[in-house]
Nanobody, 124 residues
Framework: QVQLVESGGGLVQAGGSLRLSCTASGRTFGTYGMAWFRQAPGKERDFVATINWSGGITNYADSVKGRFTISRDNAKNMTFLQMDSLEPEDTAVYYC?????????????????WGQGTQVTVSS
């Protein structure tokens, strides 16, 4: 059974940084693409960033390009989201997800496995 556990969320002032972590278990981690999504209150769950199986290909939502960086450590079964220059609009619950493909994909339907989410709150 695939399990994903996020950590690293919290409260930060605008302009600050946070690093989210996602630990995976239940299958061979280094074979599959990973992604981060986020959901603000009353809104849809939106794509943030994705990375392919090797870490060599990444893709970002326009709203976070240049501020967020996704990475992975296959030896530790972990994916990370480094978030810099945070803005109040980044406030949301952040979810880690993994697919059945080795590719980096940005559409939500590609991801059958999800973590429980971690809250990120950015104050102005």
């Amino acid at each position: 059974q695939v399990q994903l556990v996020e950590s690293g969320g919290g409260l930060v002032q605008a302009g600050g940084s946070l690093r989210l972590s996602c630990t995976a278990s239940g299958r061979t981690f280094g074979t599959y693409g990973m992604a981060w999504f986020r959901q603000a209150p009353g809104k849809e769950r939106d794509f943030v960033a994705t990375i392919n199986w090797s870490g060599g290909i990444t893709n970002y939502a326009d709203s976070v390009k240049g501020r967020f960086t996704i990475s992975r450590d296959n030896a530790k079964n972990m994916t990370f989201l480094q978030m810099d220059s945070l803005e109040p609009e980044d406030t949301a619950v952040y979810y880690c997800a993994t697919s059945r493909s080795p590719q980096a994909m940005s559409f939500r339907g590609a991801y059958p496995y999800w973590g429980q989410g971690t809250q990120v709150t950015v104050s102005s």
